[in-house]
């Protein structure tokens, strides 16, 4: 069994600040690519920013320069450092991770519940 516990999400006006993180435990060897998407209502669902286990990171064109990625490999943690949030950033926010079981066991994906971040305007 795995386990993703997100938090951090909320309500906030524009230009504000709010920080998700989201830990993972279980039965998992290594965990290789942490990401965070997001789906709005009506919308679907779209990666937001992705980090690899040596902290190489990407992000959607529209967050680049507000949003920053990042992860803690000890605490099995990603956090996502949102800043300059505006009303179009409004959505449910996803955890996902991709992990292995063992040395030769194949890639695994895994979501948390997602958590609800909304920017007022």
């Known amino acids: 069994q795995v386990q993703l516990v997100e938090s951090g999400g909320g309500l906030v006006q524009a230009g504000g600040s709010l920080r998700l993180s989201c830990a993972a435990s279980?039965?998992?060897?290594?965990?290789?690519?942490m990401g965070w998407y997001r789906q709005a209502p009506g919308k679907q669902r779209e990666l937001v920013a992705s980090?690899?286990?040596?902290?190489?990171?990407s992000y959607e064109d529209s967050v680049k320069g507000r949003f920053t990625i990042s992860r803690d490999n000890a605490k099995s943690t990603v956090y996502l450092q949102m800043n300059s949030l505006k009303p179009e950033d409004t959505a449910v926010y996803y955890c996902?991770?991709?992990?292995?079981?063992?040395?030769?066991?194949?890639?695994?994906?895994?979501w948390g519940q997602g958590t609800q971040v909304t920017v007022s305007s």
């Open positions: 996902n991770v991709k992990y292995q079981r063992s040395t030769w066991s194949p890639e695994y994906d895994y």
């Open positions: 279980g039965i998992i060897f290594r965990i290789n690519t």
């Open positions: 980090i690899t286990s040596r902290h190489s990171a």
